[in-house]
């Protein structure tokens, strides 16, 4: 009997976001493996008798690897289980998808790819604001924090990332954002443009801080925050803060 695998975006974390696509698979599901962001109440939707296995990673904490992460997932689907392969966010986005569908399809397991909410997109919305804006940001980007090793990255395309007139989301940016300004401001991007910094998003401890990019650079520098935040800057809408 041969299993299949399906990797299921959980969005952002409250289970009112997931796809009925996404909650369909869980109900179904044998055995889920989940990240440490995609927990909490989603879990509980999850078939009864599904085998729970956590497989979450988290910057400076204790984390399997990635070549553990995927050699569980094809035991578990050799096995002849439904399985899901639960991702935080939506799984195409900054989620190592791609390692894992090598994995399946290198052990000859189907598989489908259930998208979800990514953290940008939650954010804006929790904040009454457009991601893209009309004639003011017609591009939109996504970029990353941090590297393999938890450091903001070098090879960053800092033109384009300074461009006051696109949207740029960070994700996982919240120890390096400070860092990350410093290089942009000297990119050319202005000191003073809007930057919101959203934690957790759609969680009961949801945040704001609507500043400058500078501004919020100076905050995490000296208080960092301990949550998990996504970060928008460029040409922001006036956001309407809950």
């Known amino acids: 009997m041969t299993g299949f695998v399906s990797f299921v975006s959980s969005g952002p974390g409250d289970p ?17 493996l989940y990240d440490d962001l995609a927990s909490g109440p989603i879990l509980d939707l999850a078939h009864p ?3 729970m296995i956590a497989v979450g990673k988290r910057a400076g904490c204790p984390s399997p690897k990635q070549e553990e992460v995927s050699r569980r997932l094809v035991e578990q689907a050799g096995m002849g289980r439904r399985v899901v ?21 290198a052990a000859g397991l189907p598989f489908e790819v259930v998208p979800g909410v990514t953290s940008a997109a939650a954010a804006a919305a929790a904040a009454s604001i457009p991601l893209t804006r ?6 939109l980007q996504f970029v990353t924090g941090h590297d393999v090793t938890g450091a903001l990255p070098e090879a ?12 740029t989301a960070v994700y996982m ?16 991007l202005p000191p003073d443009t809007p ?24 905050a995490l520098r000296e208080a960092p925050s301990r949550a998990v935040v996504m970060i928008l800057y460029g040409a922001l809408a006036e956001p309407r803060l809950p």
């Open 16 to 32: 009112d976001l997931l796809t009925v696509r996404a909650l369909k698979r869980l109900q179904q599901a044998e055995a889920v």
């Open 49 to 51: 008798q599904a085998e």
């Open 85 to 105: 392969r639960l991702k935080s966010g939506d799984a195409g986005v900054f989620g190592r998808l791609e390692e894992e569908i090598a994995a399946v399809t």
């Open 134 to 139: 009309r004639l003011t940001a017609r591009r």
């Open 156 to 167: 960053m395309n800092l033109a384009a990332l300074a461009d006051p007139e696109a949207v």
């Open 173 to 188: 940016g919240r120890r390096t954002f400070a860092a990350l300004a410093a290089r942009l401001i000297a990119a050319g």
């Open 195 to 218: 930057a919101l910094m959203a934690e957790e998003v759609s969680k009961p401890g949801q945040r704001f801080v609507s500043a400058t990019v500078a501004d919020l650079a100076e």
